[in-house]
Nanobody, 126 residues
Framework: AQVLVESGGGSVQAGGSLRLSCAAS????????MGWFRQAPGKEREGVAC????????YYADSVKGRFTLARDNAKNTVYLQMNNLKPEDTAAYYC???????????????????WGRGTQVTVSS
């Protein structure tokens, strides 16, 4: 099993930036892709961005494309989500998750992920 731990959340004003980190431990060799998801109060969890951990390819939701960027540090088993030009609608709890199945492209579907972190809160004020 893997343990995923998010960090880096906080409160910023609109237009600001944050970098979230997701550190993985345990059987990390089983992880085929990593995803970032978010959930605002009263809303369903939605996919934000994902990365194929072998190829390094990425995929972003339209709502964050051009503002959010994924990066990884394989030596640290850590994936980063750089969030720029944050908007109030980005306010949510952010979760990282691991997918153990190889796919043609990484997925933003919640059911495809089997291991989840506990989340980190991001609050963007106007």
């Amino acid at each position: 099993a893997q343990v995923l731990v998010e960090s880096g959340g906080g409160s910023v004003q609109a237009g600001g930036s944050l970098r979230l980190s997701c550190a993985a431990s345990g059987n990390t060799f089983r992880i085929m892709s990593m995803g970032w998801f978010r959930q605002a109060p009263g809303k369903e969890r939605e996919g934000v961005a994902c990365m194929d951990t072998n190829a390094g390819t990425t995929y972003y939701a339209d709502s964050v494309k051009g503002r959010f960027t994924l990066a990884r540090d394989n030596a640290k088993n850590t994936v980063y989500l750089q969030m720029n030009n944050l908007k109030p609608e980005d306010t949510a709890a952010y979760y990282c998750a691991a997918d153990r199945y190889w796919r043609i492209s990484c997925s933003l579907r919640v059911p495809n992920y089997y291991s989840w972190g506990r989340g980190t809160q991001v609050t963007v004020s106007s």
